[in-house]
């Protein structure tokens, strides 16, 4: 299978201050820090696996959400375009990004009145994906479109239900193939492909990074596992138990370039 190629992941440090992370779904277990270090660290080396070179940006205890760096940019070929975060209390994360991505690329920003996360945003070759979330609106879909499309980008909004962002329901795995969880996305934008559905009770397990012949899959997800290795992908677990209790996915710690 063709999976998606990177060369550089950016990703950023867990704050000390990770325990008072945003959590949309309602209150949860406490968040156990250095436990979500060591998992970050285990992250980072299966992304280093997968042939990535890491480039790392210091985390900032004023912002608690900071390692999901993921919702601070979108990346298409040269342009990183810089998102526009709805939340108070991560609106300030994406300087430090911008400052570290903009001595080698070209940098754009979604403006308000436009909102948007960058997990909302799933790029497959050369169509992107915009999830109209509680996060993301059409405004920042409509600004996508006009500073990517002149690159022959094809921007699609996607209505999303009941779940933080589109990449919560769905990522790409390679080639025509994505994990997909039924009744969250309008289903027809992804007519196209081929559909590994996801079961209800592994709901983490939708959203996985696909890079350089690799797939990291996230622990406690047996069945889509099983079904990921019967289409002949190579797999890394990864336990993310600390970033689910904040409503972090595997795809949230890292922009894979
Ligand atoms: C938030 O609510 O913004 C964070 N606690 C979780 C963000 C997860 N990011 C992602 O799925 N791309």
Same mark, same amino acid.
């Given at each position: 299978m063709k999976t998606p190629i990177g060369t550089y992941a950016v990703v950023?440090?867990?704050? @000390?201050?990770?325990?008072?992370?945003?959590?949309?779904?309602? #209150?949860?277990?406490?968040?156990?820090?250095?436990? +979500?270090?060591?998992?970050?660290?285990?992250?980072?080396?299966?992304?280093?696996?997968?042939?990535? @070179?890491?480039?790392?940006?210091?985390?900032?205890?004023?912002? #608690?959400?900071?390692?999901?760096?993921?919702?601070? +940019?979108?990346?298409?070929g040269e342009k990183v375009v810089v998102a526009a975060m709805a939340p108070e209390s991560r609106s300030g994360e994406t300087a430090a990004v911008e400052r570290r991505l903009r001595d080698f690329m070209d940098v754009h920003r979604i403006e308000a009145p436009a909102t948007l996360d960058g997990g909302d945003v799933l790029r497959i070759d050369d169509r992107i994906f915009v999830g109209l979330s509680e996060r993301t609106n059409g405004q920042a879909a409509e600004q996508l479109r006009s500073i990517l499309g002149p690159d022959g980008y094809e921007v699609t909004e996607v209505g999303v239900r009941d779940v933080l962002h589109l990449k919560s329901a769905c990522t790409h795995v390679g080639d025509d193939l994505i994990l997909w969880r039924p009744g969250y996305l309008e289903e027809e934008a992804f007519g196209a492909y081929r559909k590994i559905v996801v079961p209800e009770d592994e709901p983490h397990a939708a959203n996985c990074v696909s890079v350089n012949g690799r797939v990291l899959i996230p622990a406690g997800a047996?069945?889509?596992?099983?079904?990921?290795?019967?289409?002949?992908?190579?797999?890394?677990?990864?336990?993310?138990?600390?970033a689910r209790k904040a409503a972090g996915l595997l795809t949230c710690s890292s922009i894979i370039l």
């Amino acid at each position: 299978m063709k999976t998606p190629i990177g060369t550089y992941a950016v990703v950023r440090g867990v704050p @000390r201050t990770f325990d008072q992370a945003i959590t949309p779904t309602g #209150p949860v277990e406490p968040i156990d820090v250095p436990l +979500a270090r060591e998992q970050h660290f285990a992250y980072c080396s299966a992304l280093e696996a997968a042939g990535l @070179r890491l480039i790392r940006i210091e985390s900032d205890d004023r912002f #608690p959400d900071c390692v999901f760096v993921e919702d601070t +940019a979108v990346v298409a070929g040269e342009k990183v375009v810089v998102a526009a975060m709805a939340p108070e209390s991560r609106s300030g994360e994406t300087a430090a990004v911008e400052r570290r991505l903009r001595d080698f690329m070209d940098v754009h920003r979604i403006e308000a009145p436009a909102t948007l996360d960058g997990g909302d945003v799933l790029r497959i070759d050369d169509r992107i994906f915009v999830g109209l979330s509680e996060r993301t609106n059409g405004q920042a879909a409509e600004q996508l479109r006009s500073i990517l499309g002149p690159d022959g980008y094809e921007v699609t909004e996607v209505g999303v239900r009941d779940v933080l962002h589109l990449k919560s329901a769905c990522t790409h795995v390679g080639d025509d193939l994505i994990l997909w969880r039924p009744g969250y996305l309008e289903e027809e934008a992804f007519g196209a492909y081929r559909k590994i559905v996801v079961p209800e009770d592994e709901p983490h397990a939708a959203n996985c990074v696909s890079v350089n012949g690799r797939v990291l899959i996230p622990a406690g997800a047996p069945e889509t596992r099983a079904k990921l290795h019967e289409h002949g992908c190579t797999l890394i677990e990864i336990e993310i138990s600390e970033a689910r209790k904040a409503a972090g996915l595997l795809t949230c710690s890292s922009i894979i370039l």
